[in-house]
C-alpha cells in the first residue's frame, strides 16, 4: 500500500525523505540570504544593500507560519521606527534631545502595536535613519523599507518553497516518550513492591510520581509546534492525521500522571494507620504481588499507547494490543480486589483506603484506554484570522470606551461586520460549511467497572473532565 502511495506521488515522497536530511535549513537560510542580496543590489535600494540579506537570515525560522510571523512583524517595526525618525531627523538632525525623543518614541509605538520581542527594532531603525540627518533621511529610509521587504520575501518563498517543515515525526516521538517514562516508573514502583515497603520507601515514591508533570509541558510545547508547521504548509495533511492521534494520547496521558501520583499518595497515607514499627504490614504480601502485577499490566499498556503516538506500526494494530493488555490488567485488578477486601466495621480504615486505592487503579485503566480512542471529530489548523478579529474587538472596545453615547444597536451592528469580515476571510466560499470547533478529546462517558471511590490524602482531586471506558 505503502509503495502503491509513493508511486502515485512522487513528489510528496521525494519532499518527504528530503525534510529528514540535516543541514536542510542552514542551506535554506544560506538560499534565502543569497537571494536578498542579488535582488536588492539588482534594484539598487542602497549602495551596499547589507539589511536585506540580514532580514532574511533573521525571517527563516522553523514553520512557515513562524516564517510568515516573524517577517510581518520585522516589517512592521521597521516602518514604525522610520516614520518616528524621518520627520525628526529632516527638522533637527542628531543630538542628545532628539535621540532621547526618538528612543522613547518608538519604545511607546512599539508597545501600542504589541511587536513583543521585535520591539528594540522599532528604535534601532528609527536611530539608523536619524544618523544619516538632513536631506538623505527619507531617501535612507526609503532603502532600509525596500530591502526589509526584500529579505522579508526572500525568506518566506524560499521557507515556502523548499521542504517546508512538518514536526508530526518529533511530537509523536515526545508523546511515546511521556507514556514509555511512565510505564518505566510503573514498572520499578512494582519491582519496589515485590522486594519490601516501608513508610519511606512510600513518601520517596510519592515525591517522584509527583515531578512525572514536569515532562507533559514538554511534550505540549513540541506537539504545539507541529500543529503551527501545519499552517500554510503544503504538506499540512500530514499534521492532519496525526493530530487527533496525538492530542488525544498527550491528553489521557496527563490525567495518568495525575492518577499515578494518586495512587502513590493512596500507598503513602497508609502506611500511617499503623504504628512505625508496622508500617511493612501495611499491605500484605500476596497484596503487594497482586498490586504489583496489576501495575506490570498498566506499564505494557501504556506501552501500547507509545506505539499508537510513535506511528512506527498501523494504528488498528497498536490499539488491538492495548485492549488485550487492558483486558488484562481488569483480571489483575479483580484479584486485587479479593485480597484487599476486608470488613468495614472490622477494620473501617483499611476499607477506605484500599477502596481509594482500588478506584485509582480504575481510573489508571480508563485513562488508558482513553489514550487509544480514535477522535471524533477532524482536526484542521487555526485560523489565521483569529489575531486579527481580537485586535478589531481590542479596537471596537476603545472606541465604545471613547464614544459613551453609541447604542447598543450600533456596537451589536459593528460586531457584527467584524465576525463576517473574518469568517469570509477564513472561508471565503458561503457554501461551505464551518465544521464544529467542539473539543476532539471530548470523551462520552461510559459507566466504568469501579468499586466505590473512598478519597483520602491530598493528591486525590479526581482529574477534571468526563471519564469512561468500554467494558473489555
Known amino acids: 500500500m505503502r509503495l502503491i502511495t509513493s508511486l502515485r506521488r512522487p513528489w510528496e515522497a521525494a519532499l518527504a525523505r528530503w525534510g529528514r536530511i540535516p543541514g536542510i535549513r542552514t542551506a535554506k537560510v544560506t538560499l534565502?540570504?543569497?537571494?536578498?542580496?542579488?535582488?536588492?543590489?539588482?534594484?539598487?535600494t542602497t549602495p551596499s544593500p547589507i539589511l536585506a540579506p540580514l532580514?532574511?537570515?533573521?525571517?527563516?525560522?522553523?514553520?512557515v507560519f513562524q516564517t510568515v510571523t516573524e517577517g510581518l512583524q520585522r516589517v512592521l517595526s521597521v516602518l514604525a521606527g522610520v516614520l518616528v525618525a524621518v520627520g525628526l531627523a529632516t527638522a533637527a538632525g542628531l543630538s542628545w534631545w532628539s535621540l532621547g525623543v526618538v528612543v522613547a518614541a518608538s519604545l511607546v509605538l512599539g508597545q501600542l502595536l504589541r511587536l513583543g520581542p521585535h520591539t528594540l527594532?522599532?528604535?534601532?531603525?528609527?536611530?539608523?535613519?536619524?544618523?544619516?540627518?538632513?536631506?538623505?533621511?527619507?531617501?535612507?529610509?526609503?532603502?532600509?523599507?525596500?530591502?526589509?521587504?526584500?529579505?522579508?520575501?526572500?525568506?518566506?518563498?524560499?521557507n515556502f518553497a523548499i521542504v517546508p517543515p512538518v514536526h508530526v515525526e518529533s511530537a509523536g516521538s515526545a508523546v511515546a516518550g511521556l507514556a514509555t517514562r511512565l510505564g518505566d516508573f510503573l514498572r520499578s514502583l512494582a519491582t519496589q513492591l515485590r522486594a519490601e515497603w516501608s513508610r519511606e520507601a512510600a513518601q520517596d515514591w510519592l515525591t517522584a510520581a509527583r515531578g512525572l508533570s514536569a515532562t507533559v509541558l514538554a511534550a505540549d510545547h513540541s506537539l504545539v509546534r507541529a500543529e503551527?508547521?501545519?499552517?500554510?504548509?503544503?504538506?499540512?495533511?500530514?499534521?492532519?492525521?496525526?493530530?487527533p492521534r496525538l492530542r488525544t494520547a498527550l491528553t489521557a496521558i496527563e490525567y495518568c500522571t495525575i492518577?499515578?501520583?494518586?495512587?502513590?499518595?493512596?500507598?503513602?497515607?497508609?502506611?500511617?494507620?499503623?504504628?512505625?514499627?508496622?508500617?511493612?504490614?501495611?499491605?500484605?504480601?500476596?497484596?503487594?504481588?497482586?498490586?504489583?502485577?496489576?501495575?506490570?499490566?498498566?506499564?505494557?499498556?501504556?506501552?501500547?499507547?507509545?506505539?499508537?503516538?510513535?506511528?512506527?506500526?498501523?494504528?488498528?494494530?497498536?490499539?488491538?494490543?492495548?485492549?488485550?493488555?487492558?483486558?488484562?490488567?481488569?483480571q489483575r485488578r479483580?484479584?486485587?480486589?479479593?485480597?484487599?477486601?476486608?470488613?468495614?466495621?472490622?477494620?473501617?480504615?483499611?476499607?477506605?483506603?484500599?477502596?481509594?486505592?482500588?478506584?485509582?487503579?480504575?481510573?489508571?485503566?480508563?485513562?488508558?484506554?482513553?489514550?487509544?480512542?480514535?477522535?471524533?471529530?477532524?482536526?484542521?489548523?487555526?485560523?489565521?484570522?483569529?489575531?486579527?478579529?481580537?485586535?478589531?474587538?481590542?479596537?471596537?472596545?476603545?472606541?465604545?470606551?471613547?464614544?459613551?453615547?453609541?447604542?447598543d444597536r450600533s456596537r451589536q451592528a459593528v460586531r457584527r461586520m467584524v465576525d463576517a469580515a473574518a469568517d469570509h476571510l477564513a472561508n471565503p466560499d458561503p457554501r461551505t460549511a464551518r465544521p464544529s470547533r467542539r473539543d476532539d478529546s471530548a470523551r462520552p462517558p461510559v459507566e466504568p467497572r469501579a468499586t466505590p471511590q473512598f478519597p483520602a490524602g491530598e493528591d486525590t482531586a479526581t482529574p477534571p473532565g468526563p471519564r469512561g471506558t468500554h467494558e473489555p
Open 121 to 158: 527594532e522599532v528604535p534601532i531603525s528609527a536611530m539608523l535613519i536619524l544618523a544619516v540627518g538632513g536631506g538623505a533621511a527619507p531617501q535612507a529610509a526609503t532603502g532600509r523599507v525596500y530591502e526589509t521587504l526584500i529579505g522579508t520575501a526572500a525568506g518566506i518563498v524560499v
Open 259 to 330: 492518577v499515578v501520583r494518586t495512587l502513590c499518595r493512596e500507598l503513602f497515607d497508609r502506611t500511617f494507620y499503623l504504628p512505625p514499627d508496622l508500617d511493612a504490614e501495611a499491605y500484605s504480601a500476596p497484596a503487594r504481588v497482586a498490586l504489583a502485577d496489576t501495575l506490570d499490566a498498566a506499564a505494557a499498556a501504556l506501552d501500547g499507547v507509545a506505539a499508537v503516538a510513535r506511528g512506527a506500526e498501523p494504528v488498528d494494530i497498536s490499539r488491538a494490543r492495548v485492549v488485550d493488555q487492558l483486558e488484562e490488567l481488569y
Open 228 to 243: 503551527r508547521s501545519a499552517v500554510l504548509n503544503p504538506r499540512g495533511g500530514e499534521v492532519r492525521v496525526a493530530q
Open 32 to 44: 534565502a540570504a543569497v537571494l536578498a542580496y542579488v535582488a536588492a543590489d539588482l534594484l539598487d
Open 334 to 407: 479483580e484479584l486485587l480486589s479479593r485480597l484487599l477486601l476486608v470488613d468495614p466495621r472490622a477494620d473501617a480504615a483499611a476499607w477506605q483506603q484500599h477502596g481509594a486505592l482500588l478506584t485509582a487503579v480504575d481510573r489508571l485503566r480508563v485513562e488508558i484506554e482513553a489514550a487509544v480512542r480514535p477522535a471524533a471529530q477532524p482536526w484542521r489548523p487555526p485560523s489565521l484570522t483569529e489575531g486579527p478579529r481580537r485586535a478589531a474587538r481590542r479596537v471596537v472596545g476603545a472606541a465604545e470606551q471613547a464614544l459613551p453615547l453609541a447604542t
Open 55 to 63: 532580514t532574511a537570515i533573521l525571517v527563516v525560522q522553523v514553520t
